[in-house]
């Protein structure tokens, strides 16, 4: 699989927006939440958003720690212990978050376009870089996704939306086609409504 220089440039920038949207929506999921509803969990069977925040983290941080040199699953890793309620406060939780997601944007930041097609491997088995970014692109979302629905069933009051309000959309859609046609990431006006 071979990319233009033009296209591994707009596709790194492309992932960075949208990893950055996601952490975002995540973000202000946990911000419209009483502190205790972070470790509240609906059952035995389910975790609660503190478990998917450490889950995330501790993923981000083996699979990005040396990524180009090492196996993406690190020996020292203890994926079981992730699944653990064992955080005490929200500010906490919150640096663990942000830990997990600095090791990902700088390992992300430091990857030039001849790192793109190296062969990296998770659990021994190989994955292009770009096909590691994918799969991330991919799980990443699919937890910042579970904590927005648990985030909102958790809600004491009323939501702030984190997307198109309900019965929103003709007026939200009225104002894009307002605009002249232009070629941009989604996530530019996406992450500029959620400041």
Do not use: C
């Not at 309620?85 to 997601?101: D, F």
């Not at 001849?114 to 994918?134: P, Q, S």
């Not at 629905?149 to 959309?169: G, H, Q, R, V």
């Amino acid at each position: 699989m071979h990319f233009s220089t033009m296209t591994n440039n707009t596709y790194l920038e492309s992932v960075k927006k949208q990893f950055l949207y996601y952490k975002t929506l995540g973000e202000k999921a946990m911000g419209q939440l009483e502190p205790e509803q972070l470790f509240v969990s609906a059952s035995e069977d389910t975790n609660s958003i503190a478990v998917i925040v450490k889950h995330v983290s501790g993923n981000m941080i083996s699979r990005w720690t040396d990524f180009l040199t090492s196996d993406g699953e690190k020996e020292w890793r203890n994926r079981d212990a992730e699944f653990e309620e064992s955080v005490g406060t929200k500010t906490e939780l919150l640096e663990i978050w942000n830990k997990g997601w600095k090791v990902f944007f700088d390992t992300l930041d430091s990857l030039t376009l001849g790192d793109l097609e190296k062969i990296i491997y998770i659990r021994n088995e190989g994955h292009t870089v770009i096909e590691a970014i994918n799969r991330q692109l991919a799980h990443y979302p699919y937890h910042v996704v579970q904590i927005v629905f648990y985030a909102k069933m958790l809600k004491k009051t009323e939501w702030d939306s984190l997307s198109i309000p309900k019965n929103k959309s003709n007026s939200y859609n009225a104002d894009k086609f307002s605009k002249e046609k232009s070629i941009k990431n989604f996530t530019d006006d996406e992450l500029d409504r959620l400041k």
